[in-house]
């Protein structure tokens, strides 16, 4: 094997493959990164057995082969090369690697060793990357990250003829995006459980490419239990998480409300951040509606106190209600909208909160919901 | 005289369970008394004269003993009585620390013009337990808490001790090592090899011979209690930083799916008290004592406090399954849990999802237990196993 190739294509092919890299793999090739050559291009490629990751780069190519080297180790030598033409070569049981004056030589582990990567699954459809991007961003937040609740750690993809739904929650609070895509067959119904962390750095980091991303998800047959995405030279296919018990989680929106308001995001992010300042880790902050506008306040009887006060339209009867400081500003800053609307049943069932534009309409798409922290006082 | 006595005191009823027995029953008055048919709980005054221990096996005491009475257990009956007892504590000050169900540590600092001197406190207060509750107990007056206890231990049984603060050192000096906190069996022959044999002999040594004798911890908390150092005071309404429950086993082997089923009945025990209390804990900890005595611990921290039966059943589970290589070759004897780590304030609820909740069921289940009793309704794989004996307990 052995062929030249530019310094940032390179570096960018193999700090993306080696992203998904475990840290501690279970066995030694594991932790490489492939590279093969052929027909004049280069193929990068990882895998974990849960998650692979492949780009395709643009190569003079000398000679065809693979060679297998630590993923880590070229992620932050191609990292910190200089700006100037990368020549690799395949040399007996090493890696030779030569940029302008600087010259490395790096062990390599026996390619045969190496699993295959899957198939890619048949393709659903296809979706802008970059709203593909945001909308997930919005949804990975409200996942949850304990592991022995494996359902949770997943983003819920559930995808209707054009429409794409994608739902994921940590059990205290859940967050809905809905928007369109382009199916291969218009009636698709088909649902996913798409690990969180997974789903979000892959189309945060197709999503700037632009242009569209293609989902590939099998139904049935083939590459079951396997959904696959792919942009330009890149593709990656993650194992699904079992979701057939997964709770039927739209329900929990309620049907109607009794209260509602709407308050600034920015001004609400930031009181919240700054009274949330006095409360520990489990405590709430307090939100208390009003005709006046809204109070938010922490703090126990004992320790430190903080209260604020801003504006707030409200309608309904006056109502406090606590709620984790964390997760309301996740929803908050998630809305990506001006303003925001609570919507409340009472003050121990799950509250909503939606975007809205300057004039206080609602935009439809997403939605937060959030479960409110009971409070005696 | 007037600052001669310290406002400590420690109060502690004497053979609690057995007393309960020999007031409620007097035929039993007078005779040697034995609570528990297997392992001792509990002996009277008679019993212990003749050699009986607590946690003896009940054969080897009938031997030491042969006109003891034994009784069974009547756990209702202690918890009344622990409960009316505490009741007169905190009648007596508001700064009530207990220590057990039989047992508390009473500050009466700045109680002394309008009760008098803790010595008549504790005088009265041995008397209001005598006539409203029918049980002795024993109190130790002293400036320390370590003192007090000190005290009510020499003053045993049914009698009260004042140390005066200008005797501390007097008192302690003579008693032999064993009665410092922290100094066991083992201790007790270091310290012989060495010819220590009283507190006095042990505050000689001074601290650094101590610590490289002892060890750091133990060297220094043994110097400091030898000289009477002891900074602690009354702590009331402390939260327990725990809850637990276990259950001693008889030698032989254990299949997995018994000790799955014990290990389910104490996860119930233990995430009911949890919810009584308005409790929720991060930390299970699974307790084993193998048939050679030794003991180990396996613990787990959940990503949040809970007290919902099944997700603490779950991790009690998990680190059941990675102990039964350990438990299949050491033979168990004794299996317990602990929820540690845990938080009180504030609780998240989690959204109401209809199915794999539970909570629902939890908040059932407990609300029949409240109403007929902990045996009205158990789990399948318990029926006819029997729970072990729930033991008494300080309310949470």
């Given at each position: 094997m052995k062929f030249r190739v530019e310094r940032d294509a390179l570096a960018d092919a193999v700090a993306w493959t080696a992203k998904s890299l475990p840290s501690r793999p279970s066995v030694?090739?594991?932790?490489?990164?492939?590279?093969?050559?052929?027909?004049?291009?280069?193929?990068?490629?990882?895998?974990?057995?849960?998650?692979?990751?492949?780009?395709?780069?643009?190569?003079?190519?000398?000679?065809?082969?693979?060679?297998?080297?630590?993923?880590?180790?070229?992620?932050?030598?191609?990292?910190?090369?200089?700006?100037?033409?990368?020549?690799?070569?395949?040399?007996?049981a090493h890696l030779e690697l030569v940029c302008g004056s600087a010259r490395f030589t790096l062990p390599t582990m026996p390619v045969e060793d190496y699993p295959s990567l899957p198939a890619m699954p048949a393709s659903a459809g296809t979706i802008d990357a970059a709203a593909f991007a945001t909308a997930v961003a919005q949804v990975a937040i409200a996942a949850g990250r304990d592991e022995t609740l494996p359902m949770m750690t997943g983003v819920r993809v559930e995808l209707s003829g054009s429409n794409i739904a994608l739902l994921a929650t940590d059990r205290y609070r859940l967050a809905m995006r809905e928007l369109e895509w382009r199916p291969e067959d218009p009636e698709i119904s088909l649902n996913a459980l798409v690990p969180a962390r997974t789903l979000n750095d892959t189309a945060k980091t197709l999503?700037?490419?632009?242009?569209?991303?293609?989902?590939?998800?099998?139904?049935?047959?083939?590459?079951?239990?396997?959904?696959?995405?792919?942009?330009?030279?890149?593709?990656?296919?993650?194992?699904?998480?079992?979701?057939?018990?997964?709770?039927?989680?739209?329900?929990?929106?309620?049907?109607?409300?009794?209260?509602?308001?709407?308050?600034?995001?920015?001004?609400?992010?930031?009181?919240?951040?700054?009274?949330?300042?006095?409360?520990?880790?489990?405590?709430?902050?307090?939100?208390?509606?009003?005709?006046?506008?809204?109070?938010?306040?922490?703090?126990?009887?004992?320790?430190?106190r903080a209260s604020e006060a801003m504006e707030a339209t409200f309608s309904g009867e006056p109502l406090t209600i606590g709620f984790n400081p964390q997760y309301l500003i996740d929803g908050l800053q998630n809305l990506l909208a001006p303003t925001a609307v609570l919507s409340f049943v009472d003050a121990f069932k799950p509250a909503v909160i939606s975007p809205a534009a300057d004039d206080g309409e609602i935009v439809s798409g997403y939605r937060y919901l959030i479960m409110p922290i009971r409070v005696t006082r | 005289m007037f600052v001669s006595e310290g406002t400590i005191l420690h109060a502690d009823l004497d053979a609690f369970y057995a007393s309960v027995e020999q007031r409620d029953d007097p035929r039993l008055r007078g005779r040697p008394v034995i609570v528990g048919g297997g392992v001792v709980l509990a002996a009277?005054?008679?019993?212990?004269?003749?050699?009986?221990?607590?946690?003896?096996?009940?054969?080897?005491?009938?031997?030491?003993?042969?006109?003891?009475?034994?009784?069974?257990?009547?756990?209702?009956?202690?918890?009344?009585?622990?409960?009316?007892?505490?009741?007169?504590?905190?009648?007596?000050?508001?700064?009530?620390?207990?220590?057990?169900?039989?047992?508390?540590?009473?500050?009466?600092?700045?109680?002394?013009?309008?009760?008098?001197?803790?010595?008549?406190?504790?005088?009265?207060?041995?008397?209001?337990?005598?006539?409203?509750?029918?049980?002795?107990?024993?109190?130790?007056?002293?400036?320390?808490?370590?003192?007090?206890?000190v005290a009510s231990g020499v003053a045993k049984p049914d009698g009260l001790l004042v140390v005066p603060t200008e005797k501390e050192l007097q008192f302690l000096h003579p008693l032999p090592v064993e009665r410092l906190w922290g100094v066991g069996p083992v201790t007790a022959a270091k310290l012989r090899d060495r010819r220590i044999f009283t507190v006095g002999q042990l505050a000689g040594l001074g601290e650094a011979t101590l610590v490289s004798l002892l060890g750091q911890g133990a060297g220094r908390h043994l110097d400091a209690l030898a000289h009477n150092r002891d900074p602690r005071s009354v702590q009331t309404g402390r939260r327990r930083g725990s809850m637990g429950a276990q259950r001693a086993l008889g030698r032989g082997p254990r299949t997995p799916a018994a000790l799955d089923a014990m290990l389910a009945g104490l996860v119930d025990r233990v995430a009911r008290r949890m919810r009584a209390a308005g409790r929720t804990g991060r930390t299970m900890?699974?307790?084993?004592?193998?048939?050679?005595?030794?003991?180990?611990?396996?613990?787990?921290?959940?990503?949040?406090?809970?007290?919902?039966?099944?997700?603490?059943?779950?991790?009690?589970?998990?680190?059941?399954?990675?102990?039964?290589?350990?438990?299949?070759?050491?033979?168990?004897?004794?299996?317990?849990?602990?929820?540690?780590?845990?938080?009180?304030?504030?609780?998240q609820p989690a959204l109401p999802f209809a199915e794999q909740d539970g909570v629902a069921l939890d908040a059932a289940v407990d609300a029949v237990r409240d109403r007929f009793g902990s045996a009205a309704i158990t789990r399948g794989v318990l029926v006819g196993h029997g729970q072990g004996l729930e033991m008494p307990m300080l309310p949470d």
């Open positions: 030694p090739v594991l932790a490489g990164v492939m590279l093969r050559v052929s027909d004049g291009s280069l193929e990068v490629s990882g895998f974990d057995y849960e998650v692979s990751s492949q780009v395709t780069v643009e190569i003079q190519g000398d000679a065809d082969g693979a060679a297998l080297v630590s993923g880590r180790l070229l992620a932050e030598i191609t990292k910190a090369l200089p700006g100037k033409p990368v020549d690799i070569a395949a040399v007996g999503g700037p490419l632009g242009g569209d991303v293609t989902m590939a998800l099998a139904h049935g047959g083939a590459g079951e239990g396997m959904i696959g995405f792919s942009a330009g030279t890149r593709r990656t296919t993650s194992r699904l998480l079992d979701g057939a018990n997964y709770p039927p989680v739209r329900s929990l929106f309620p049907a109607s409300h009794n209260a509602e308001a709407r308050v600034s995001v920015p001004a609400l992010v930031e009181v919240v951040r700054r009274v949330a300042l006095v409360a520990e880790r489990t405590t709430p902050v307090l939100l208390s509606f009003g005709p006046d506008g809204l109070v938010v306040e922490a703090g126990g009887s004992e320790e430190a | 009277s005054y008679e019993a212990k004269a003749a050699g009986v221990r607590t946690a003896m096996g009940g054969r080897a005491a009938r031997r030491l003993c042969p006109d003891a009475i034994v009784v069974e257990p009547r756990m209702s009956a202690y918890t009344r009585a622990s409960r009316a007892v505490f009741e007169v504590f905190r009648q007596t000050t508001p700064e009530v620390e207990g220590l057990s169900i039989d047992e508390a540590f009473l500050d009466v600092s700045g109680l002394r013009r309008i009760a008098g001197p803790p010595s008549e406190i504790a005088a009265g207060l041995r008397r209001e337990v005598r006539e409203r509750v029918g049980l002795p107990i024993t109190v130790g007056v002293a400036r320390t808490k370590f003192l007090a206890k900890v699974l307790r084993m004592r193998f048939t050679d005595f030794t003991r180990a611990t396996r613990s787990h921290t959940l990503a949040r406090a809970t007290s919902h039966t099944q997700t603490l059943l779950d991790a009690a589970r998990r680190l059941l399954a990675t102990a039964l290589p350990m438990i299949e070759e050491r033979g168990i004897t004794l299996i317990g849990i602990s929820v540690g780590n845990l938080d009180d304030r504030y609780v």
